[in-house]
């Protein structure tokens, strides 16, 4: 298998720096390169909108300069910031922009962080509809990795 294009999608998580980690490693075994990708959810924008009585345009804009900044200030301190190739901030519901952006991209890999067995607190969307993870992974011929949080640091006990 060659892989040159990773995309990591991240919410700037534990559980996503950990899958970044991870990506980076397997960046430098085949000397690939990193698209980091941030997805502003517009239903939950949309929520925040409500509740803010703010317009929906003007949260996004404020969502998405937040996640350009979080890159940008992630990047400076990331060893490993050489291998990006690319960063994108998009909205729209996670797991379609995601595939969406796999395939403009061509990525040979998709890399993300889980929550593993343990889940993030059994959010009923997740239960009847599944994670992100599983929509990415139906949706997409390319192969995706699932990093659980802690992995591989709880393997070596």
Same mark, same amino acid.
């Given at each position: 298998m060659n892989i040159s294009l990773i995309l990591v999608? +991240? !919410? /700037? &998580? !534990?559980? =996503? #720096?950990? &899958? #970044?980690?991870? =990506? =980076?490693? #397997?960046?430098? +075994?085949?000397?690939? %390169?990193?698209?980091?990708?941030?997805?502003? !959810? +517009?239903? %939950? =924008? %949309?929520? /925040?909108?409500k509740f803010a009585k703010e317009p929906l345009d003007k949260v996004l804009e404020r969502l998405n300069n937040q996640a350009t900044q979080a890159f940008r200030? /992630? #990047?400076? %301190?990331?060893?490993e910031s050489s291998l990006v190739k690319d960063t994108i901030v998009s909205a729209g519901t996670p797991f379609q922009e995601i595939a969406l952006k796999a395939r403009d991209f061509q990525v040979d890999l998709i890399l993300m962080g889980g929550y593993g067995s343990r889940g993030k607190g059994?959010?009923?969307e997740e239960i009847f509809f599944g994670s992100t993870v599983e929509k990415v992974v139906r949706l997409l011929p390319c192969p995706v990795l699932c990093v659980p949080i802690g992995w591989p640091e709880e393997q070596a006990g």
């Amino acid at each position: 298998m060659n892989i040159s294009l990773i995309l990591v999608p +991240t !919410d /700037f &998580s !534990d559980c =996503a #720096l950990n &899958s #970044l980690n991870y =990506a =980076a490693k #397997l960046a430098q +075994t085949y000397n690939a %390169e990193i698209i980091l990708m941030h997805v502003v !959810d +517009t239903r %939950e =924008a %949309e929520h /925040f909108s409500k509740f803010a009585k703010e317009p929906l345009d003007k949260v996004l804009e404020r969502l998405n300069n937040q996640a350009t900044q979080a890159f940008r200030r /992630f #990047l400076k %301190e990331w060893p490993e910031s050489s291998l990006v190739k690319d960063t994108i901030v998009s909205a729209g519901t996670p797991f379609q922009e995601i595939a969406l952006k796999a395939r403009d991209f061509q990525v040979d890999l998709i890399l993300m962080g889980g929550y593993g067995s343990r889940g993030k607190g059994g959010q009923i969307e997740e239960i009847f509809f599944g994670s992100t993870v599983e929509k990415v992974v139906r949706l997409l011929p390319c192969p995706v990795l699932c990093v659980p949080i802690g992995w591989p640091e709880e393997q070596a006990g």
